[in-house]
């Protein structure tokens, strides 16, 4: 939450800020609005959808994000009891297809990447549409609100007849000016509301951006803690490109490697000690039994002389 949080948190004060200048001038955009009602609302309706989905994008990123976190945190994270998620939805697939197994290679790593990539543009491009679309509605209640102010001035001269006195011409005048000034009502309006909503929009897009840009690395980084990393089959820009975050977890497995290794060499220098060992103590117990039978035949031989003598002698 601490992640995302930051940046609800500016969302939520410009709209404060926002909604106090509305308050403020109520009466004045009341009477902007109605020059036009029809576009007016329809501009006011895109706005508000467009808050409400920027909003909910924003607030997305906090429930993916501790989705996450419990997936990771998880001993079995094939059986996690959550919501499945929207954005991260390749790596929850992911997961429970490799029967929870949370360990990536880097090519797994890159699809997932790619997926949270594409799924984090699809979702920004609704919203620039959003923008976008308030902007050409308010310049669409512009040149409408023009070409009414156009055709209603060349009525009015039309309809000028300088032969009479200049009291009645002058209230000719009056009444023929009054469509003119609404045309200029409904453009000046519809541009207001246009182009304010696009402002409003636009800040709420670039803090939502911000947001997704700051959880995208956050992905990147945890994900990579739990990938094997190897140089071989890696193309040139591959390497050019990896990050801090690649470095150092291929460090991490390289050091890991090289531990498992030494510990399997230490014990096969035990084994050898121990054969080698054994060998000198078959040895020595050979070079007891070598000494043994030569005592042994020594004294047979004194024993042979011994019973050869007593029998001369008989």
Do not use: C
Not at 145 to 164: H, K, P, Q, R, Y
Not at 210 to 216: C, D, G, S
């Amino acid at each position: 939450m601490r992640i995302i949080g930051k940046y609800i948190l500016r969302i939520i004060l410009f709209l404060v800020l926002i909604s106090s200048i509305l308050y403020l001038h109520f009466e004045k955009l009341k009477n902007f609005y109605l020059t036009n009602q029809t576009l007016n609302s329809i501009i006011v309706f895109v706005i508000t959808v467009g808050i409400i989905y920027i909003l909910r994008q924003t607030f997305l990123l906090k429930n993916e994000f501790n989705w996450l976190n419990k997936l990771i945190n998880s001993k079995q994270p094939s059986k996690l009891s959550v919501k499945s998620p929207s954005l991260l939805k390749y790596l929850d697939t992911f997961v429970k297809e490799h029967s929870g197994k949370f360990i990536f290679s880097q090519t797994a790593m890159k699809s997932i990447m790619e997926s949270l990539d594409g799924r984090l543009i699809e979702s920004r491009e609704i919203s620039r549409y959003l923008i976008g679309l308030t902007v050409f509605l308010g310049l669409l209640g512009t040149f409408w609100g023009l070409l009414e102010t156009i055709n209603s001035v060349g009525i009015t001269v039309n309809s000028l007849n300088f032969s009479e006195d200049t009291q009645k011409l002058f209230k000719v005048l009056k009444q023929g000016l009054e469509e003119p000034l609404s045309g200029m009502g409904t453009a000046f309006s519809s541009s207001l509301f246009g182009l304010g909503g696009s402002l409003i929009l636009g800040f709420l897009d670039l803090q939502s951006g911000q947001a997704q840009n700051r959880f995208y690395n956050e992905v990147e980084e945890r994900l990579s803690k739990h990938t094997k990393f190897t140089l071989m089959n890696m193309d040139e820009d591959d390497r050019k490109n990896l990050g801090p975050a690649y470095i150092e977890s291929l460090i991490e497995v390289t050091t890991e490697n090289l531990k498992k290794s030494t510990s399997v060499i230490d014990k096969q220098n035990d084994y050898q000690e121990s054969i080698s060992k054994s060998l000198y103590d078959i040895n020595n117990f050979l070079s007891e039994n070598i000494a043994l039978n030569k005592e042994i035949k020594d004294e047979i031989k004194v024993l042979s002389k011994t019973i050869a003598n007593i029998s001369k002698k008989q």
